[in-house]
């Protein structure tokens, strides 16, 4: 895998769109670490409290690189193919961007109250 997603297992959406993507995917771009799992966290220098601001990508090639919150959104849509065509013209539309980036927070910070939450954070 190219790219590690760093998500919500607890999240009832963050699961979804986790196992959406897996299967669009195929298993050939991305993989998946539950923000839970802090051992393999820890494997890239990330503590429970990175994970507040959002799902983190990771590229495996250069660790430092890495996007969170909804610039992990795009950099995820981006990599999918015509990805780069929706995005492209997602930021080409004014106030698009802005208006994005506050949907992103407002679902991050409410997420378990609108989507509900798993008991048991179950992995991918």
């Keep these: 895998m190219k790219y590690q997603i760093v998500y919500d297992s607890k999240c009832n959406l963050c699961t979804t769109f986790a196992q959406l993507l897996k299967q669009f995917d195929r298993d ?12 393999s966290l820890a ?9 507040e601001a959002g799902m983190i990508l990771i590229d495996t090639e250069q660790p430092a690189r ?5 610039e992990a959104a795009e950099e995820i849509v981006r990599l999918l193919p015509l990805g780069e065509t929706f995005i ?24 378990y109250q609108w989507f509900g939450e798993r008991k048991n ?3 991918n």
Excluded: L
Excluded at 66 to 70: F, T
């Design 28 to 39: 050939q771009t991305f993989a998946y670490i539950p923000m839970q799992d802090q051992a």
């Design 43 to 51: 494997n890239y220098g990330i503590v429970p409290q990175d994970c």
């Design 66 to 70: 890495r996007w969170q919150g909804s």
């Design 88 to 111: 492209a013209a997602y930021r080409a539309i004014p106030g698009m961007k802005w208006f994005g980036d506050r949907s992103y927070e407002q679902i991050r910070d409410h997420r």
């Design 121 to 123: 954070s179950a992995q």
